[in-house]
């Protein structure tokens, strides 16, 4: 089956940066959208950037001019570079995958990844 492994979060200081790293693997023919979410304590999950197999992006508000969002479809990975971090930022982030193809016939899986924790002291 596909798993989503995401790596990179942590702790970081104000306007510190850090990036996040995703890596789908297991049985995959081809990755459509890939996302970055987020969700804080008692929350529901956001759309934090997504990105097209063809490079299209787009970011939630919040975060558009300090996040960038990229892939390498070789790696089946997606990225997020997080720059200028602010307390705010602190949730777990979690990697999306949306139907991803697992063969040419029309077979898609749609999931997450374990997620990973950004903390940013002020």
């Known amino acids: 089956q596909v798993q989503l492994v995401e790596s990179g979060g942590g702790l970081v200081q104000a306007r510190g940066s850090l990036r996040l790293s995703c890596a789908a693997s297991?049985?995959?023919?081809?990755?459509?959208?890939m996302a970055w979410y987020r969700q804080a304590p008692g929350k529901q999950r956001e759309l934090v950037a997504r990105?097209?197999?063809?490079?299209?992006?787009n970011y939630a508000d919040s975060v558009k001019g300090r996040f960038t969002i990229s892939r390498d479809n070789a790696k089946n990975s997606v990225y997020l570079q997080m720059n200028s971090l602010k307390p705010e930022d602190t949730v777990v982030y979690y990697c999306n995958a949306d139907r991803l193809r697992l063969d040419p016939y029309g077979n898609t899986w749609s999931g997450w990844g374990q997620g990973t924790q950004v903390t940013v002291s002020s």
């Open positions: 297991g049985s995959i023919f081809s990755i459509n959208a």
């Open positions: 990105i097209t197999r063809g490079g299209n992006t």
